[in-house]
């Protein structure tokens, strides 16, 4: 009896701990990571993908992970041109609402590109591949390709 | 030694259920989310995936979250166009075996598109890209983008 | 007081353990499977991407799983025809790096191909749909559609 009174103290956190793991409870803030590899094709859409996910879930953790011809979505003065759509505007909205845009620098390198040519809103991470995988891998971090 | 007695049932459970979360075991039923955000690109291609998925793996739980122009998979009387197929039946045929089809309601509202337009395999969902996030950030859902 | 130097060694592996898997630490060996489903669109740009990533986390564990227009990428002697690039040595030197290639034998069938059409880095996978899920739901796999 005495034992169990002792046993309890030390199971519960254990039990409770176990639980939130094992059943993956709605999380306070959802987080998914935005695969962006060509601005041209997937720029307008992801944007406005975006803005719809906040729209309806505002404390999702979002990050926009540019990498290859993706980087051109956060280029200054960046547009679709088929769509006569300024970029600009979009992006710093968004990140007003949260929103990180990440730029790779294997991709700025190869192309000859500097963090001067790009909008103030960019961040920058070493390899877009390997962050992508990253905050999947490490830290639950959904995917989504626009 | 009556300690490991009584020891013993109480962590028993604690440790086989702790097993089970740390090694990801091959689980009796594994989840997938298909997306789908074009379906003139993606739709034939999506439900032979789905198809071959089941033959090889029929306790898959399946999803098909479709949004943008991806829903119009699940328009009444949607086709292929490219192929001439014809979508219905195909559709029809996996939420027999228990795939679940989904559409997005922001696109439907943008697109002026109403519930009575769909095949009745159709199930609604407030916004796509919330559904594939929530689906794999607390379900635990896999992603293919078809 | 002998009641919990005995339940000390019997809790303590419990909660390291435990402890582990809620935090989600940066693993020694993060894993990731790139999806490819058509060698065209995707085959170059695929295999720089591996590179890069290579390049940036060496120790990252990495599967290509090909399926339908995809396997082309580790048929023999396949190339990029429009820019005018052999895989086959790229292949080879990734596959000497850990890289693993899989190959959908739903997709040989259907196509009528046989493993000896196959580069021998190639690895065969009943279905490469099933196989992409399971990485992700079994072995916590990030995914990545180039």
């Given at each position: 009896m005495s034992l169990r009174r002792l046993l309890a103290p030390l199971l519960l956190p254990v039990l409770l701990l176990f639980g939130a793991a094992a059943s993956m409870p709605a999380l306070a803030q959802d987080k998914v990571v935005y695969h962006i590899d060509n601005a041209a094709e997937q720029g307008t859409k992801a944007l406005r993908n975006i803005r719809n996910h906040l729209d309806v879930a505002p404390k999702t953790e979002i990050r926009v992970v540019t990498h290859a011809e993706g980087v051109d979505l956060l280029l200054e003065g960046a547009q679709d041109k088929k769509n006569n759509i300024d970029y600009g505007p979009l992006i710093s909205d968004l990140k007003g609402r949260g929103v990180r845009f990440e730029v790779c620098e294997i991709t700025m390198k190869r192309r000859n590109l500097?963090?001067?040519?790009?909008?103030?809103e960019a961040e920058f991470t070493q390899s877009g591949v390997v962050r992508i995988t990253e905050l999947q891998a490490r830290d639950r971090y959904a995917y989504i390709k626009p």
């Amino acid at each position: 009896m005495s034992l169990r009174r002792l046993l309890a103290p030390l199971l519960l956190p254990v039990l409770l701990l176990f639980g939130a793991a094992a059943s993956m409870p709605a999380l306070a803030q959802d987080k998914v990571v935005y695969h962006i590899d060509n601005a041209a094709e997937q720029g307008t859409k992801a944007l406005r993908n975006i803005r719809n996910h906040l729209d309806v879930a505002p404390k999702t953790e979002i990050r926009v992970v540019t990498h290859a011809e993706g980087v051109d979505l956060l280029l200054e003065g960046a547009q679709d041109k088929k769509n006569n759509i300024d970029y600009g505007p979009l992006i710093s909205d968004l990140k007003g609402r949260g929103v990180r845009f990440e730029v790779c620098e294997i991709t700025m390198k190869r192309r000859n590109l500097t963090r001067d040519q790009f909008v103030m809103e960019a961040e920058f991470t070493q390899s877009g591949v390997v962050r992508i995988t990253e905050l999947q891998a490490r830290d639950r971090y959904a995917y989504i390709k626009p």
